[in-house]
């Protein structure tokens, strides 16, 4: 199973998600993918995944997080011993979010919402200073990143697998371009 986890508002409508889904359904493997919509509340987002993946083997779960769903994937690698792709991952966004306390827009949706200190509470709960599964990570950060800063990223990431991609921006436009490497971590056995 390959869970698309979107980051801060988007959407499993974005750009990245509708190229896993599209490279996955060319393989005749759709139906492996999941990419949920997720709740603006971390605590609830964190539950809506931790339902999905409760309960099977770990081995079988891939998350690819993109942004602050990088942040979302790397408290589940802790928690459950799944692999994940971490695309320009957020990794403190408890801190890098509190400028944007207020009224947001989902980008996608349009939808509405108040991003409080509560969203911001949420969010340290699952904070990891120092993953400690390093194995089952594949981290890939574009050093043009507008929003992230990627030496932050690949320090606490140091001896995980790594792919650096000079330029591009924090929506990672060249992402197609490295399906086959998602994949192909999604698919070892390690």
């Known amino acids: 199973m390959i869970i698309y986890i979107h980051g801060f508002n988007s959407s499993p409508h974005s750009t990245k998600a509708r190229q896993l889904k599209a490279r ?12 949920p919509a997720l709740p603006d509340r971390p605590a609830r987002a964190m539950a809506l995944l931790e ?15 993109s942004s ?3 942040f979302y994937a790397t408290w589940l690698v802790e928690q459950y011993g799944v692999k994940a792709v971490l695309v320009n991952p957020a990794v403190v966004p408890q801190d890098g979010l ?3 306390l207020g009224p947001q827009k989902n980008l996608y949706t349009g939808e509405p ?20 599964r390093l194995d089952h990570y594949y981290v890939m950060v574009t050093t043009g990143d507008e929003v992230l800063d990627y030496r932050h990223t690949i320090a606490t990431f ?16 060249e992402f ?15």
Do not use: C, K, M
């Open 24 to 35: 996955l359904e060319s393989l005749g493997r759709g139906d492996e993918y999941w990419r």
């Open 51 to 65: 339902e999905r993946i409760r309960g099977v083997p770990a081995s079988s779960v891939t998350l690819v997080g």
């Open 68 to 70: 602050l769903g990088g």
């Open 98 to 100: 509190q400028g944007y």
């Open 113 to 132: 919402y108040e991003l409080t200190r509560e969203h911001i509470d949420e969010l340290r709960a699952l904070y990891v200073p120092v993953p400690a």
């Open 158 to 173: 140091a001896s995980a697998r790594q792919l650096v991609v000079e330029g591009s921006d924090h929506g990672f436009a």
């Open 176 to 190: 197609e371009n490295y399906l086959d490497s998602v994949l192909a971590f999604a698919d070892s056995s390690g």
